[in-house]
């Protein structure tokens, strides 16, 4: 079971940048994906999350409205679409994954419910 997280690297303030994460190993619809960051001397810190359908998806306060979460099964990939950064997005970027459970949208936003991660992407943002 693996993640494989790319897209990161070095953009302007109000620039915009897509994250990828490729899932390997399980069947990738049966899992809810997550993304978070952790900022230099930062705890990690929750930044999206989605259902295994895409349908239902959960921001955190600080990037709702200029980040999105998306999915393609068919590809096994998860999409962080992020627009309008500042440059206290500055993080490294980790995708995650978890299974399915009743009680899900309960916990999305802590580390629980993932149980693979995926190795970062570092992002900047910078003039």
């Known amino acids: 079971v693996q993640l494989q997280a790319s897209g990161g690297g070095l953009v302007q303030p109000g620039g915009s940048l897509r994250l990828s994460c490729v899932a390997s190993g399980r069947p990738f619809g049966r899992y809810v994906m997550g993304w978070f960051r952790q900022a230099p001397g930062r705890e990690r810190e929750f930044v999206a999350a989605?259902?295994?359908?895409?349908?239902?998806?959960y921001y955190a306060g600080s990037v709702k409205g200029r980040f999105t979460i998306s999915r393609d099964d068919a590809g096994n990939t998860v999409f962080l679409q992020m627009s309008s950064l500042k440059p206290e997005d500055t993080a490294v970027y980790y995708c995650a994954s978890g299974l399915h459970t009743s009680d899900w949208q309960s916990y999305y936003s802590s580390i629980a419910p993932y149980d693979v991660w995926g190795q970062g992407t570092l992002v900047t943002v910078s003039s």
């Open positions: 989605g259902s295994r359908s895409g349908r239902i998806t």
